[in-house]
């Protein structure tokens, strides 16, 4: 009876083991039970709680591993206990059980880091709970490939360390329920020092934008990556090179990164994972590459990347926001509607519907419906980004500032590494008025990204309106480098080189100011109000007739413009007297006409510049949760 012992517990681990893989949960608990009630192994135990966790049991499997008082004895057990619990909304007891302390012993920094390069459980680290995680420590690993004989000591060591990792990451989970957000980052920063393969604390500090762009480079430089080695393979396969799994993950999170910071990186490892891995047609690689497009105001290269993504799988949910964000730009309204429908029948437990909704009555200028299902969708997650800056965008449209401000703040706060909150703060309070309060909250965007072109462009305008008009040339000329070296779409910054047109005619650089409003027109900004602006450097320059040409042509366009008629008469009226005297008189050199034309038109322009603001806020587009893309002018004319 004894000799069989052994080979009933192995064939009932491997019914067990059958039935988990099937999601057959009661025929494994079930079998579990028994081989429990035989063996009183603590393996055996932890399985049998796995089993529960994935069932949804939680409490079961929390009450298993304390009865069987393995919380303290073992990392696994305790990191499941704490998953447990945070399943169960205790985070509070998660976080006594986890400790507040990392194992700093344990960073990459320690010598002892690379003990463990031998080991083929990775699969099996934290995050999922379930039964792949068991087998790290209910399976011996293999011996080193170099023929040591401490195999087992060092797998038990390798795995013990990705618990940990997890371990950090639950606390990271913990501290930003707990709205602690600081504490959070540190402690997924604090898992990827421990184990930089733990994905899911990666996939929180970028995903809800707890790093700046300058932020994220510099810890990526820290990060060990030459500790990932391969699993030893058998030997009649070719060894791998050892840093090329080290580069494999590198470029995987490089393409997760902000697209302000280093896009050339970007590229690079987006080229390699698709030529060298076969990786050009998976969906994170592409929404990626959307990702950079949308920067660079590409909407609809992008918009055919995510359409794609779609295509293989409608219910991608991560690619919605890109995707929506395209089509509220394009204007699709009819498609966003279609979305929107099926995506209330068929996952209305999704915060990604009820985004899709609330785009649509955005687009359609149902600013109230919007709002609310925003708000829903915010609700159903609490960091999902684009329902916060949509919530806010509401505000802004029906200029309620006040309360935009509130929204805007609430958004930084909960994605501390994002400069866009602040962008929006400062665009609101130049929009009240309060240049000092504005420039303030686009310095703190500056700080945390100089690489946006939005950001500068809102910079130029604010100290454009200070009279700063050499720093203001200075920032609008920047913002248009910038966007040039980014590859991004001309059109979408004829605003910007508008306002520097704009700024350099103020500084009476008028051969400068020709030049950016003959850009803006070949890239086609026909406005009747460039048409005024070079009509006016040309009375300027004393050059009547050539005013003539152009205010023609403004008047072609919008034959009720005030400026254009009162300048073309003045043009008209110079014009004639040049040629019964031989001279000309350019405006501000008369005794009254001149001066109050020039005055004119300057308080013309800054009529504009509110009714321009106002468009703005109702055409601002939806900010999406990876952070990345609002893109709107602020307008000086």
């Known amino acids: 009876m004894g000799s069989s012992q052994p080979r009933m517990e192995r064939f009932l681990r491997e019914w067990r083991q059958d039935a988990l893989n099937k999601a057959q949960y009661d025929s494994a608990i079930f079998i579990g039970d028994k081989l429990l009630a035989m063996t009183k192994d603590d393996n055996d ?24 008082n393995l919380i303290t004895s073992n990392p696994s057990c305790r990191y499941l206990a704490a998953h447990c619990l945070i399943r169960q909304n205790h985070f509070g007891d998660a976080l006594a059980l986890l400790g507040e302390r990392s194992p700093s012993h344990l960073f990459a920094s320690n010598p002892k880091r690379n003990t463990g390069r031998g080991n083929t459980g990775r699969a099996a680290a934290a995050g999922s709970g379930r039964a792949g995680a068991a ?25 013990n360390r990705r618990y940990e990792a997890a371990m950090c990451y639950l606390r990271g989970l913990c501290y930003a329920k707990q709205n602690a957000f600081d504490r959070a980052k540190e402690a997924y920063k604090d898992a990827l020092r421990i184990d930089v393969q ?103 290269d992008a918009l055919s990347i995510t359409e794609s993504v779609l295509e293989d799988d409608k219910y991608n949910f991560a690619a919605y926001p890109v995707h929506l964000a395209c089509l509220y730009e394009l204007r699709k309204t009819n498609v966003l509607f279609l979305i929107a429908h099926e995506l209330a029948d068929t996952h209305p437990d999704e915060p990604s519907t009820w985004l899709a909704v609330g785009i649509y009555y955005f687009a359609t200028s149902k600013i109230a419906d919007a709002r609310r299902y925003f708000s829903k969708a915010s609700m159903m997650d609490a960091n999902f980004g684009p329902a916060w800056i949509g919530f806010a965008h509401t505000f802004a449209a029906e200029g309620e500032h006040d309360q935009a401000v509130t929204a805007y ?98 500084l009476r650089l008028y051969d400068d100011a020709l030049r950016e409003f003959d850009a803006v027109l070949r ?115």
């Open 45 to 68: 135990a932890f399985w049998l709680a796995q089993v529960h966790f994935a069932a949804g049991n939680f409490t079961r499997a929390q009450t298993l591993l304390a009865k069987q």
């Open 135 to 159: 087998k790290a420590s209910h399976q011996p690993e293999r011996q080193d490939r170099r023929g040591g004989g401490g195999g087992d000591a060092i797998g038990e060591e390798s795995s």
């Open 198 to 300: 733990c994905f899911e604390a990666f996939s929180q500090l970028v995903k809800n934008s707890l790093m700046s762009p300058d932020e994220e480079d510099e810890f990526m430089q820290s990060l060990e990556f030459v500790s990932i080695r391969a699993p030893a393979g058998d030997d009649n396969e070719p060894d791998m090179d050892d840093e090329e799994p080290a580069d494999y993950v590198r470029m995987l999170y490089q393409t997760q990164l902000s697209k302000y910071r280093n896009p050339r990186a970007f590229n690079t490892a987006i080229e390699s994972l698709s030529t060298h891995y076969g990786l050009s047609r998976n969906a994170d690689i592409l929404l990626a590459k959307a990702d950079l497009l949308y920067t660079q105001c590409r909407f609809k």
């Open 409 to 506: 703040s609430t958004a930084a706060r909960l994605f501390t590494g994002t400069h866009l909150p602040q962008v929006f703060l400062g665009m609101q309070n130049h929009a009240m008025n309060n240049m000092t309060a504005a420039e303030e909250f686009l310095k703190t965007a500056y700080a945390l990204c100089r690489t946006d072109p939005l950001l500068l462009n809102e910079m130029g305008i604010v100290l454009y309106h200070q009279d700063r008009l050499k720093d203001a040339a200075k920032m609008f000329a920047q913002a248009l480098r910038i966007a040039d070296d980014m590859d991004s779409d001309p059109h979408a910054w004829l605003g910007a080189r508008t306002n520097l047109a704009h700024t350099y005619r103020r």
């Open 523 to 637: 890239d086609g900004g026909k406005d009747a109000a460039v048409f005024s602006a070079k009509g006016l450097i040309f009375l300027e320059k004393r050059m009547p007739d050539e005013a003539v040409r152009v205010l023609h042509e403004a008047l072609a366009m919008y034959p009720q413009d005030p400026i254009a008629t009162e300048l073309l008469n003045k043009a008209l009226a110079e014009s004639s007297t040049a040629d019964d005297f031989g001279l000309g008189l350019g405006v501000g050199e008369g005794e009254d006409g001149a001066d109050l034309d020039f005055e004119r038109f300057e308080e013309e322009l800054g009529e504009r510049k509110f009714a321009a603001k106002a468009r703005l806020e109702r055409k601002v587009c939806i900010w999406w949760c990876k952070k990345r893309g609002f893109w709107g002018f602020g307008d000086i004319t």
